[in-house]
Structures are given as C-alpha cells and as structure tokens.
C-alpha cells in the first residue's frame, strides 16, 4: 500500500505561484511513475506534469514553461512549481502513484487562480 498526502493548493491572483508538494509513504519502493492531474468543474480529469522513477519528466502543452515537476527522494516527496498561473489552471489537484499491480492517488488539493 501506498499512502499519498498532497499540501499546498489556495488561493493565488493571476501571474502568481503556488508549489504542490505529495508526500508519499508505505511500499514507495514499488512506485514507477508519479504524476500531476487536475480536474476543473465540468471538465474531465487531464495530466498536468509526471515524473518516471529514472527522472524523466513530460507536460501537457497548456503547462509547459510554467510548471516543473520534481521530486525528493530523501522527502518521498513530488513537487509541482506552478508558475505565471492563469484562471484555467483552477482546479482540483491530485496526485498519483503507479507501481506495477496498483494505482494509488492523493485526495486532491484545491488551486483557485482568481483576482
């Protein structure tokens, strides 16, 4: 079992940034691949940003040169630096976990960009 815990969603005006942070515990040494997703109201659920266990890193288009995922492996910790944020960046955050049997995610964190 994986646990995830995501922190760091808000309230931010337009052109700000905020940094996601999901904390992972139990079996992380199962983990492949973490990864960003977001879901605003009335939209489907979209990857934002994602991190395989080698370090390669991938966007979608709408993110890239803003955000930058990382991670710390001393933390268990995955980051999103969201940057220049824009209204449609608003939703809800989650973060998930894949290892070779399971899928875990996060319970979602939630990013208003508004002025």
């Known amino acids: 079992q994986v646990q995830l815990v995501e922190s760091g969603g808000g309230l931010v005006q337009p052109g700000g940034s905020l940094r996601l942070s999901c904390a992972a515990s139990g079996s992380i040494f199962s983990i492949n691949y973490m990864g960003w997703y977001r879901q605003a109201p009335g939209k489907e659920r979209e990857l934002v940003a994602g991190i395989t266990r080698g370090g390669v890193t991938s966007y979608t288009d709408s993110v890239k040169g803003r955000f930058t995922i990382s991670r710390d492996t001393g933390k268990n910790t995955v980051y999103l630096q969201m940057n220049s944020l824009k209204p449609e960046d608003t939703a809800v955050y989650s973060c998930?976990?894949?290892?070779?049997?399971?899928?875990?995610w996060g319970q979602g964190t939630q990013v208003t960009v508004s002025s």
């Open positions: 998930k976990a894949v290892a070779p049997r399971y899928i875990y």
